[in-house]
């Protein structure tokens, strides 16, 4: 009898130990999952609260806060890549479920300096209105053209914020700078060794990839030595055209196609430029190259065609002329020496030569010798270089004691030779 008394209170224990365990089991399940350990039948929470959340069911907000868009920076014209976000809240951490729909909310950026405009008003200053939830989002926001930081201040009768915004002239063309070429001339009718290059640079000197370069070949004016000539020494690029367009890489470097000389001999100019982005509105003074087609001052290259080998000599006035034999004659020999495009050619060697025996003549030559001293000799053969309009004027002539008609040649490499017709006459004789 005792033996059966002990094991129904043994039995009880036990039962009882489980049944706690039991309980206790659930408890902590609760507590894990966020669920509320209430016995069956109970719903928690204080009066106005929703489902278990513990936040009222009617929210207004009582505050504003930032939500996006600051601190940011953008180019000179361009806009913000982040839009401006604020949200009306309410301190207890609740969401704003009443009384946030249509609330007003004013972005104001500065009227002057650095600042900007809103695409939807044009203006520095909008008025957007919250949704249901409390957001508040600003229309897209463009920097203006002047450089610097500034904020851009949110305010609603909740209060206010700011956003903390720069516009910088980083990657603004501001100046270009022409790489100078090994090479500034060509001959008639053949290529430059080298293209027409730049560098774009930004205001604080940094390289500007992405710009368009725009280079132009213009044209020289009248030769000075032929003002009659119609057409003016220029160039074209490869494939044709006066103009081309090239886009700096990441070094800001852009160059132009290859170019090639036309057939007039000459001077000429050509230009790169650059155009500056546009700005989009706004109020302020401008940063260098930030608006409008002459954002950076184009450069220039001078560059020159040049005549090409000797194809002509052409003699002068003197080319048939007697004089009595053993005095000068009266018109020094001369010729103009052209290419094959009829420019003149400058600096060409060219070589007057009379006959060794016979009626001849003598060129009388002054050259300077020791001490400054002058020597004065008489060759049958002198060279002497074409002037810058390409026309050689031989030493004077002078006719031997031989009475005859003989020839004076002018030569020069790749060109036919110039023929003077000259005769010593006897004296008294009709010359």
Not at 395 to 400: D, E, I, K, L, V
Request: aromatic share 4%; charged share 10%.
């Amino acid at each position: 009898m005792a033996r059966m008394t002990w094991l129904g209170r043994r039995v009880r224990w036990v039962a009882l130990g489980l049944i706690m365990a039991a309980g206790l089991s659930t408890a902590l399940a609760g507590t894990l999952t966020g669920a509320p350990a209430f016995a069956s039948g109970a719903t928690g929470g204080s009066p106005g609260e929703t489902g278990t959340s513990g936040c009222p069911s009617s929210n207004p907000p009582n505050q504003m806060t930032l939500v996006a868009g600051t601190p940011q920076t953008a180019i000179l014209g361009t806009a913000f890549a982040t839009g401006l976000q604020v949200a009306l809240s309410k301190s207890d951490g609740c969401p704003v479920t009443s009384a946030a729909a249509g609330i007003p909310v004013t972005f104001s950026a500065p009227a002057s300096g650095a600042s900007g405009v809103f695409s939807n008003s044009g203006s520095n200053t909008v008025i957007v209105g919250a949704d249901a939830s409390g957001t508040v989002a600003a229309p897209p926001f463009t920097a203006n053209t002047a450089a610097g930081s500034y904020t851009v201040t949110a305010s609603s009768q909740y209060g206010s914020v700011s956003f903390s915004l720069t516009n910088t002239a980083v990657g603004i063309p501001a100046r270009i700078v022409a790489t100078p070429l090994k090479s500034r001339s060509a001959s008639v009718m053949s290529h430059y060794h080298q293209p027409l290059q730049v560098r774009v640079l930004d205001s604080g000197g940094h390289p500007v990839a992405g710009a368009t370069v725009t280079f132009t070949l213009g044209s020289g004016g009248s030769s000075a030595c032929d003002t009659t000539a119609s057409a003016s020494a220029g160039a074209t690029f490869a494939g044709g055209g006066t103009q081309a367009t090239a886009t700096t890489g990441v070094t800001g470097v852009a160059s132009s196609p290859l170019l090639t000389a036309n057939s007039t001999a000459g001077s000429f100019t050509a230009t790169a430029a650059v155009s500056g982005k546009e700005p989009t509105g706004g109020s302020g003074k401008e940063s260098p190259g930030a608006s409008g087609s002459d954002a950076a001052t184009p450069v220039s290259f001078s560059l020159s065609n040049l005549a090409g080998k000797p194809a002509k000599l052409t003699p002068g006035v003197g080319s048939t002329q007697s004089t009595t034999a053993g005095t000068p004659f009266p018109i020094r020999l001369a010729v103009t020496v052209t290419d094959a495009q009829k420019n003149p050619v400058p600096g060409a060697l060219i070589t007057f030569s009379a006959p060794l025996a016979g009626a001849s003549g003598r060129f009388t030559v002054h050259s300077r010798g020791p001490h400054h001293r002058v020597r004065v000799s008489h060759p049958h053969t002198v060279k002497v270089k074409t002037n810058a309009c390409g026309i050689v004027v031989a030493p004077a002539f002078t006719a031997n004691d031989t009475q005859g008609g003989y020839i004076v040649k002018a030569t020069a490499k790749h060109a036919r030779a110039a023929a003077f017709a000259l005769v010593n006459v006897a004296p008294g004789q009709s010359s």
